[in-house]
């Protein structure tokens, strides 16, 4: 029996002395081959030697699902119900069917401040949602002089005055910008 007291005694006396010990510091360990970082240090040398193989680039031939036609003009007349309703100025609507890969409308307007062109963006979500199309919440882009609002077959672009003027963009894709051609897509390949 008082082997089995004393038992408890010495792991009472050790951890007693354990807590009283002072604790080692990183410069008080010693050093020893398995704390050497070295076998690391050269699989990282060889594994950087190699590169790794790049992702595969999506194909640019890639066609967009297009809507109807029907439905398509139906979100066209709904975007502009809703920017004549908060004012915007100079509505164009461009239809660049065959002028461009990544939409067949493109509507541009103007509003006067940022304020005005957020509430107008915030207008468009909400009656674009009533007809049917959700927006995705990165397909709405905005600086202060700029807002793109991208659904898909219809891209809507909102500007201050000055943004409108500087990047004129019923030239560029307006009725006398040239026709897009396979020739100018092997062109670019």
Do not use: C
């Not at 050497?36 to 031939?61: F, S």
């Not at 307006?174 to 020739?183: D, R």
């Amino acid at each position: 029996m008082p082997k089995a007291k004393a038992a408890p005694k010495a792991a009472a006396a050790k951890a007693a002395s354990a807590k009283s010990a002072p604790k080692p510091t990183a410069k008080a360990a010693p050093k020893t081959a398995a704390a050497k970082p070295a076998p690391k240090r050269a699989a990282a040398k060889t594994a950087a030697a190699k590169p790794a193989p790049a992702a595969p680039r999506p194909a640019r031939g890639r066609r967009r699902e297009k809507l109807a036609p029907d439905r398509l003009q139906l979100l066209v007349e709904a975007a502009q119900k809703s920017l004549e309703d908060d004012k915007a100025e100079n509505i164009v609507v461009l239809d660049v069917t065959g002028r461009a890969d990544y939409t067949d409308r493109l509507i541009i307007a103007t509003g006067q401040v940022e304020r005005q062109l957020q509430a107008m963006a915030t207008h468009l979500d909400e009656a674009l949602g009533k007809a049917g199309l959700h927006l995705k919440r990165d397909a709405i882009q905005a600086s202060p002089d700029w807002v793109l609002i991208d659904a898909g077959d219809l891209v809507i672009h909102l500007f201050r005055p000055d943004a409108r003027e500087l990047y004129r963009l019923e030239r560029m894709w307006g009725p006398e910008s040239p026709l897009k051609t396979e020739n100018s897509d092997a062109a670019r390949d």
